[in-house]
T-cell receptor
């Protein structure tokens, strides 16, 4: 039972380069999220999706794009990386349905990104 | 809007000490409340939850009670172990917006042997 899998685990980019982070979940969850975690800042929501083909902006969406072409995958793209995007990125998922607000998020183990 | 405020860290305790990490929240609806734990190099994982007022969540010796009158959900453990060293996050999920969860800023806990 893999749960939520993030790839890659580590990446170093130069300013201006682009990359895509992949999140895959095998729990048939409707909701998926991308967060970034910075020291002393806790978790900040970048984008989220409430179902296949839908995405929405979170708290800090600038500089990022997302896509949810398949229910099990949620991709986070950086078109032109900046040093301010150096962070640890976490993907999470949760089920939908009656009482879904009682459900916890299931997290991946994160991607550590450094932009030089 | 909804928010979660939790105790600033870091917190350092000796093994077998009593632990309290404070968490208070503001919400317009009737949220569910959660404590997550993050061990070094890992993602967050659910520690415990409570879904309505006066509910007590418990797991691995940790407890937290949903107090609507004080809008609090403090995390407690009677006797901490070195293996409890981690970062702890309080979070809420509001019934009016099930697609979003609000996290506190996290509290780093270190336990000395």
């Amino acid at each position: 039972n893999a749960g939520v899998t993030q790839t890659p685990k580590f990446r170093v980019l130069k300013t201006g380069q682009s990359m895509t982070l992949l999140c895959a979940q095998d729990m048939n969850h409707e909701y998926m999220y991308w967060y970034r975690q910075d020291p002393g800042m806790g978790l900040r929501l970048i984008h989220y999706s409430v179902g296949e083909g839908t995405t929405a902006k979170g708290e800090v969406p600038d500089g990022y794009n997302v896509s949810r072409l398949k229910k099990q995958n949620f991709l986070l793209g950086l078109e032109s990386a900046a040093p301010s995007q150096t962070s640890v990125y976490f993907c999470a998922s949760s089920p939908q349905g009656a009482g879904s607000y009682n459900s916890p998020l299931h997290f991946g183990n994160g991607t550590r990104l450094t932009v030089t | 809007g909804d928010s979660v405020t939790q105790m600033e860290g870091p917190v350092t305790l000796s093994e077998e000490a009593f632990l309290t990490i404070n968490c208070t929240y503001t919400a317009t609806g009737y949220p569910s409340l959660f404590w997550y734990v993050q061990y070094p190099g890992e993602g967050l994982q659910l520690l415990l939850k409570a879904t309505k007022a006066d509910d007590k969540g418990s797991n691995k010796g940790f407890e937290a009670t949903y107090r609507k009158e004080t809008t609090s959900f403090h995390l407690e453990k009677g006797s901490v172990q070195v293996s409890d060293s981690a970062v702890y996050f309080c979070a809420l999920r509001d019934e009016s917006s099930a697609s979003k969860i609000i996290f506190g800023s996290g509290t780093r806990l270190s336990i000395r042997p």
